[in-house]
């Protein structure tokens, strides 16, 4: 049973690299230059949209127990500091690809900062029941 996590992570990176090389197929055959770009661009606007909105699907527990125990602060930290960094860069860029992303990025990384100030107050030391049981 130990070999199960590996197999499975090692197939998750391959899919991840089989997704890659498709999107760089794709774009190499059936785009120009610029058209090459645009379609880039907006894979990209729409995964780091979807990087920066994952831990917003804790928000629901976070509001239902009333504690930011199961949402990492410095992960929301850092995420709101990297998307205003390149927010900034894109806006001084001109480069909506970067500041349209990073803008809403930076958007939901406050959220997640005033869900955990907000929260983190509230919280205290009280020891909630784990989210899964373990029975081994």
Not at 46 to 52: N, P, Q
Not at 91 to 111: C, E, M, Q
Request: net charge neutral.
């Amino acid at each position: 049973m130990q070999l199960e996590s590996p197999v499975k992570m090692s197939g998750l990176l391959l899919a991840v690299f089989g997704l890659f090389v498709i999107i760089v197929f794709v774009s190499m055959r059936l785009f120009y230059p610029p058209m090459r770009q645009v379609f880039v661009g907006y894979l990209s606007v729409a995964s780091l949209i979807s990087m920066f909105s994952s831990p917003l699907f804790i928000i629901n527990l976070v509001i239902q127990t009333k504690s930011v125990e199961y949402m990492p602060f410095f992960l929301s930290l850092s995420t709101f500091l990297m998307s205003i960094s390149f927010f900034t860069y894109g806006v001084l860029k001109y480069d909506p690809f970067i500041y349209i992303s990073n803008g809403i990025g930076t958007v939901l990384g406050a959220i997640q900062l005033a869900l955990y100030s907000y929260y983190g107050k509230t919280s205290g030391e009280d020891s909630r029941e784990p989210l899964i049981v373990s029975y081994a």
